[in-house]
């Protein structure tokens, strides 16, 4: 019952949010009075052929009636043409977010698979050489820039030792499209050498986008043990002779695990962010480097568009997060 | 003065703050410490791309200039960055989230939901957007990651008033007729100081990461600035024979962040027992 | 004594920390015998939940410091730890915790923390194996009747429709509930000895007794030990066998419990006794003058002394067990004469 109450009230917000944040998006991309009729029109347009765009474009109406009418075709899941490429933005970006959902999900189940068991390891053997290594490996971990740590992984292992490939997401045509996923794709179709290809490419990118993500999944999992270690159930538990292994990876962990949890749209944000100057380093196709060439193409409408796309998957994760919260702690229904 | 005494007791925190002054003492005395305090703007084509040497302490760049140099002036940029766009982030967030989670109510609810749509997208792509509009400059990163910091500082803010609200002394101060505006500033801030100098501090680190990427992606200051993460963008098509150019600033970055974070984490343990949390 | 459960002999620990070594347990000597339910009586911070925390082998070890002394589970040492000690916790002496809103683990069905139990220390499981701590088998048919005896001992426990509460979150039933689930799960290994700490503090003061008089009534009809620790005088009264007092981390005086309300010897004894309201229950134990001495700095030997009004030079070594009568021991150089119709009697 109350689930289900979390989750309207969440949507319920959801459009207010997502209302707010075009409007931001949408003035912000605009505070400037650039030209972009002009710049599309190209240097040598004369003034008849720009005013011509601009009316074309409506780029000659007030800035609110602009707004009104991006809403409008944003609902109809129109975002205008990308500047550059000439088609669609919307259809752009949907091309582009599989690649960048896949690095990240990569990414997310590396942190996992390293941060949780060694913020455990590093909370049970508290203080010692452990423990200390883990937490410098940790703060550092957070303050490595990530798309310098890309780029000398890069050249160490692709450009010297060769033993990944330099950039892209896959050599050769890949796997057959289907959820365009290609470690999936790869494998609803049984293509084997498409998924040694899509997994040898992700590699680097998702390590590299993992690292940080992990620091911060380590450092909430070890205050989250730490926090559960002394408490009365644990006392009753290991005063009730049961295995210590069970202790901590069963029962102090799930309890631990709340906090982390609460924690992970924090950490997909992390994520993200990374994503942007990842992609930008590994040439990988996705929404970043997308972003990265309509920054450098000054492509408004492109930069906005991806904006709220990134927005709604932001969004959608955190609404996620507090689902599986309800889950994981059944406390929160009461 | 036992807290400071306290903070150079813990080795973490001790470390961080060396590195912070450090980083201070390099951007104030980068012209005095700088061995070519000119090659910041001057550039001399026979000399490029020359290995780390006892003359370039880290090499030279694609221009001939030497990076030592280069990096030392690019810790002003750094700092300056850090500091202002933090700066306003806190002037801005801090007494949103005081006015809004002192008032409650439905309007200090809608600064809240205000801020969340800010918070609705990771920081650095709002700030690519921004800092995209309003061109490449030290001044407009400045500005873009002010835009979009403030309502982290918002959110805590907002969260700690309200948990202050229902204490006994800030009640204790109402009924004595203290104003609204002497509540919250005489009795509640001081008390949530130390949550905001945690996070001020971790705050940096997280900015000075941003302001590099901006930096990286060519949203920076315009060429020859030494910011750090143009400096990383410039090596790249030179890796990997001139493995220095990068590595320079990648360390400087990694050292002052490093600085920031230990520093958070050792005043979070001294000044706020309570927030034992470990994220930025 | 052959025939002894448990066997505490000059018992003596404490914590280290910054302010120095808190001296908490000095020379304490307890024997329990089967079956018996024992009452170990004695002031806040006596010392009690330490007692029961070493036996249960859970004291924080990063403070704990062992001077000397031995317990005694059978012949086994339970300040030792391996695989010996494992096998008995949880399975030949299990606890029931002082607050059982805290002491269930709040993420997890009362079922599944159950069946957890069931798995590692139910009568019905055999040896082991070397399986690691989460993959380890749980065989069908002992699952099966392991069920059952769940169901049979919480419906012996007195909680209503047992599938249910299975199915529920410890947040959900009420504290006395919760209580007689911790009954319920200290009972389902068929242990030989219950560690009560306190298992009535926490809950509401018109169920105390409630919960009391089924501990007693499932103790006695399984032909389990009990040490209950209390500083309740009144329930121990009514539910326990034989009494052990404690006084600041020192054993007193122990005596059958008639003998104990008869004739009691120790002087703290008599002043706690002295002490109680006259209607039983509900005995707090305050209106002794002076305070509870320091653990970092307690007076040599017998550690009532500076409250004691026949405290002598000679107290000031640890006065030896004394037999008073059958059972009955009482450590003091001067101890309380016999009431008259009790000698009489005798
Ligand atoms: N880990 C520890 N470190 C230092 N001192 C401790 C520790 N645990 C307990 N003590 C001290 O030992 C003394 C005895 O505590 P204990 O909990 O055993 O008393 P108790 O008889 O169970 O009291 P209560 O009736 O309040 O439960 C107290 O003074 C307590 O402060
Ligand atoms: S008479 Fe001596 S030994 Fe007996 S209780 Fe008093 S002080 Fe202790
Ligand atoms: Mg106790």
């Known amino acids: ?334 | 003065m036992t807290g400071l005494k306290r903070l150079l007791a813990d080795r973490a925190a001790a470390i961080g703050a060396g590195l912070i002054a450090a980083l201070v003492l390099v951007a104030i005395l980068a012209p005095v410490l700088a061995p070519f305090p000119g090659d910041v703007s001057e550039f001399h084509l026979t000399e490029r791309l020359l290995p780390p040497d006892a003359t370039h302490l880290f090499g030279t760049d694609r221009m001939g200039s030497d990076l030592f140099s280069r990096i030392l002036f690019g810790a002003r940029i750094t700092i300056a960055i850090a500091v202002i766009a933090v700066g306003v982030s806190v002037a801005i967030g801090v007494p949103i989230g005081l006015v809004a989670g002192y008032y409650g109510g439905w309007s200090g609810g809608l600064l809240m939901r205000a801020s969340d749509i800010f918070l609705a997208v990771p920081q650095i792509v709002l700030a690519i957007a921004i800092a995209q509009t309003l061109g490449p400059s030290v001044e407009n990163v400045i500005l873009a990651l002010s835009a979009t910091y403030w309502p982290f500082w918002a959110r805590l803010v907002y969260a700690e008033t309200r948990a202050m609200k229902g204490q006994v002394f800030i009640e204790a101060a109402q009924a004595l007729g203290a104003s609204d505006f002497r509540v919250m500033v005489l009795h509640i801030l001081p008390n949530i100081a130390s949550a905001i100098i945690v996070r001020t501090s971790i705050g940096m680190g997280a900015t000075i990461l941003t302001a590099a990427a901006l930096g990286f992606l060519g949203l920076g200051a315009p060429p020859p600035t030494p910011e750090w993460g143009r400096t990383i963008s410039e090596a790249r098509e030179f890796l990997p024979e001139a493995w220095w150019y990068a590595a320079a600033p990648g360390f400087a970055i990694f050292l002052v962040v490093m600085g920031f974070n230990l520093l958070g984490d050792g005043l979070r343990d001294i000044l706020d027992p309570k927030i034992r949390r470990g994220a930025k | 004594m052959t025939d002894a459960l448990l066997t505490i002999s000059d018992l003596s620990l404490g914590f280290r920390g910054e302010a120095g070594f808190a001296h908490i347990l000095d020379g304490v000597n307890l024997t329990m015998r089967p079956g018996e339910i024992m009452g170990l009586v004695g002031e806040s911070g006596c010392g009690k939940t330490t007692l029961a925390r070493a036996i249960l082998g859970v004291l924080p070890r990063a403070a704990l410091e062992l001077r000397g002394g031995a317990i005694g589970f059978r012949g086994t040492d339970m300040l030792a730890d391996g695989a010996a000690q494992a096998a008995i916790r949880g399975r030949r002496i299990t606890f029931i915790p002082q607050d059982p809103f805290s002491s269930l683990n709040p993420v997890f069905t009362i079922g599944e923390q159950i069946d957890d139990l069931m798995k590692w220390k139910s009568p019905r499981r055999g040896e082991g194996g070397r399986w690691p701590a989460l993959l380890a088998p749980y065989g069908r048919s002992r699952r099966a009747a392991d069920r059952a005896a769940v169901i049979e001992t919480l419906e012996a426990v007195q909680l209503p429709q047992p599938e249910r509460l299975l199915r529920k979150y410890p947040h959900e039933v009420s504290g006395g509930q919760r209580q007689r689930l911790m009954i319920a799960m200290a009972l389902l290994p068929e242990p030989d000895l219950i560690i009560a700490d306190e298992p009535t503090t926490a809950l509401d003061v018109t169920i105390q007794a409630q919960i009391l008089g089924l501990l007693r009534r499932l103790a006695s009809e399984r032909g389990v030990a009990v040490m209950l620790t209390t500083h309740d005088l009144g329930s121990a009264w009514e539910i326990c066998d034989a009494i052990t007092v404690m006084y600041a981390g020192q054993d007193v005086e122990a005596a059958p419990v008639t003998e104990f309300f008869r004739a009691p010897a120790h002087p703290y004894t008599n002043k706690l006794l002295a002490s109680l309201p006259d209607a039983e229950g509900g005995g707090a134990m305050t209106g002794i003058p002076g305070e509870v001495p320091d653990f970092l700095a307690p007076p040599p030997g017998c550690r009532f002394a500076p409250r004691c009004e026949r405290a002598s030079a000679a107290c000031a070594t640890r006065p030896a067990q004394t037999p008073r009568g059958p059972g009955h021991l009482v450590r003091c150089v001067h101890p309380v004469a016999a009431p008259v119709h009790a000698e009489a009697e005798a």
Not at chain 1, 47 to 70: H, K, M, N, S
Not at chain 1, 89 to 118: Q, S, V
Not at chain 1, 202 to 222: D, E, G, K, N, Q
């Open chain 1, 1 to 334: 019952m109350r689930r289900i109450e979390i989750i309207l009230s969440r949507l319920l917000w959801l459009i207010p949010t997502l209302v707010g944040l075009v409007v931001v998006v949408f003035f912000i991309a605009n505070v400037v009075p650039t030209d972009p009729a002009r710049i599309i029109a190209g240097e040598n347009a004369t003034t008849e052929q720009v005013e011509a765009l601009r009316a074309e474009l409506g780029f000659d109406r007030p800035l609110w009636e602009q707004l009104g009418i991006y809403v409008r075709d944003l609902a109809t899941g129109n975002m205008g043409r990308s500047l550059y490429t000439q088609r669609p933005i919307a259809d752009d970006l949907a091309h582009r977010l599989p690649a960048t959902l896949e690095l990240t999900f990569a990414a997310i189940i590396i942190a996992i698979g390293l941060g949780i068991p060694l913020g455990v390891v590093s909370a049970v053997k508290r203080n010692s050489l452990t423990d200390q290594v883990l937490r410098v490996l940790s703060v550092s971990g957070l303050a490595i820039a990530s798309f310098w740590l890309a780029m000398e992984l890069q050249m160490l292992f692709s450009t010297r030792w060769g033993l990944t490939p330099l950039n892209g997401r896959i050599s050769g045509f890949g796997p057959d499209e289907i959820t365009g996923f290609f470690v999936l794709d790869s494998l609803l179709t049984w293509d084997m050498e498409s998924l040694g290809g899509a997994l040898l490419h992700l590699l680097l990118p998702a390590v590299t986008l993992a690292l940080p993500a992990a620091a911060t999944i380590l450092r909430f999992t070890r205050a989250g043990v730490l926090e559960v270690i002394n408490s009365n159930f644990v006392l009753y538990e290991t005063a009730m002779g049961l295995p210590r292994g069970l202790i901590i990876w069963k029962y102090v962990l799930r309890n631990a695990l709340i906090s982390t949890v609460t924690q992970i749209g924090l950490i997909f944000g992390v994520l993200f962010s990374g994503a942007v100057v990842v992609e930008a380093v590994f040439d990988w196709p996705g929404l970043g480097t997308y972003a990265v060439q309509s920054i450098l193409q000054s492509d408004n409408k492109a930069i906005l568009g991806f904006t709220i796309l990134v927005g709604v998957v932001f969004i959608v994760v955190n609404l996620i997060v507090d689902i599986l919260h309800t889950f994981i702690d059944p406390r929160t229904l009461k």
